[in-house]
């Protein structure tokens, strides 16, 4: 039985690799095509051919987070379909490679990519995104999200904050900060502070070129409003760099400790979290969307082909692969306008694909 897993293994892994490869080779080109116009406008920057290979190449370990699991499923329905093809699948099933033995052996293989694609998307590809967000920061300008900026909220002891920011640099700097400030109930605003820059400081933002808006009285029939005008300010806080760069990046870019807790912070301050909700039990489930694709490539198996017609049967796998994905990120975007359980969204279209996968797959044995 080890020689057979070893076969299996070594057949699965070399054409899983060929195929990642070919894929990644076929994204960079493409993310460099796309660098030609930044290259244009960061020229007078210094932002050269070099920096966006580089900026490319930090790319791939998101690319190959979010390509493995079809990468898995194309190179094991071609292993699967060419040992059928050949007949070696049966002498392997006449020498002691049963349904449940053959389903055990591909699962053993999928923890290793489930391993891998979990490592990728939670430390390697979080890691390489925020490496190539600060190169493009420091010649293209300072990480945004548009005109609006980023919208965070933090309830205080006294007063409730609204804080907006508009871009963080490279170095950590945020630039373009608007603080509104709230008394308890919510409902009537007392300051509104505007910063051209701020830094992160142990217990708080130290602000600087500081305008202050405060409402001394906020008597209808009187009101009085004060001008502050301010080098620097310190304001006492809790959000970090990291919940700042949370709500300035796309979710699914960020580790799933790093979601976690940012979720917490957006219900201590009750905002929506459903969002990061739906995007974390993805991230905790993607990963498994490997032992899904094993147990869709099993049945493959377990067909009779003719000479020339792997093909066919390797393209239609894809089509089931690239259904998976787009019935996942629909359900992660119908979850989130239905108000799903975030969970149940993540965890419903690779639920539906192995259960379609297992009756296809006890289909073909009973009926053989």
Not at 57 to 76: C, D, K, M, R
Not at 111 to 134: E, H, I, K, M
Not at 317 to 330: D, E, K
Request: hydrophobic share 45%; net charge neutral; proline share 4%.
């Amino acid at each position: 039985m080890r020689t057979i897993r070893r076969l299996i293994y070594t057949e699965i892994l070399r054409s899983v690799g060929f195929v990642t490869v070919a894929f990644l080779a076929l994204f960079f080109f493409f993310d460099f095509v796309d660098q030609f116009g930044e290259l244009r406008r960061g020229a007078e920057h210094g932002y050269s051919v070099g920096y966006a290979l580089l900026y490319v190449a930090l790319q791939l370990p998101n690319h190959l987070y979010e390509l493995l699991p079809i990468t898995v499923l194309i190179g094991t329905i071609y292993v699967m379909a060419r040992l059928a093809e050949s007949s070696e699948y049966t002498i392997l099933r006449t020498s002691g490679l049963g349904p449940q033995r053959a389903l055990v052996t591909l699962l053993s293989l999928g923890l290793g990519f489930v391993a891998l694609t979990f490592v990728f998307g939670d430390y390697v590809a979080p890691a390489a995104n925020r490496a190539s967000q600060q190169l493009q920061a420091r010649f293209l300008g300072d990480i945004t999200i548009g005109r609006t900026g980023a919208w965070m909220k933090d309830r205080q002891a006294s007063h409730n904050y609204s804080v907006n920011v508009g871009a963080l640099a490279s170095d950590g700097t945020l630039g373009q900060v608007r603080i509104f400030e709230f008394d308890q109930t919510g409902g009537q605003l007392t300051s509104a502070t505007s910063a051209a820059k701020g830094t992160f400081e142990p217990d708080g933002w130290q602000l600087h070129d500081v305008v202050r808006r405060v409402y001394v009285s906020t008597d209808p029939n009187n009101p009085t409003l004060k001008f502050e005008k301010l080098a620097d300010l310190r304001w006492p806080t809790t959000i970090s760099m990291d919940m700042v760069a949370a709500a300035l990046l796309s979710p699914d870019k960020m580790q799933t400790l790093d979601l976690y807790q940012y979720i917490n912070h957006l219900q201590a301050n009750g905002q929506s979290a459903q969002r990061y909700e739906i995007e974390f039990w993805r991230k905790v489930f993607y990963p498994l969307s490997c032992l899904v694709m094993m147990v869709l490539a099993l049945p493959f198996a377990y067909l009779h082909f003719r000479s020339g017609n792997i093909a066919g049967y390797v393209f239609m796998g894809v089509l089931v692969g690239i259904s998976f994905f787009l019935l996942n990120n629909v359900f992660g975007f119908v979850g989130n306008l239905r108000n799903w359980e975030p969970w149940v969204a993540a965890a419903l279209p690779g639920i539906l694909y192995s259960l379609l996968s297992l009756g296809a797959f006890s289909w073909l044995v009973l009926r053989r």
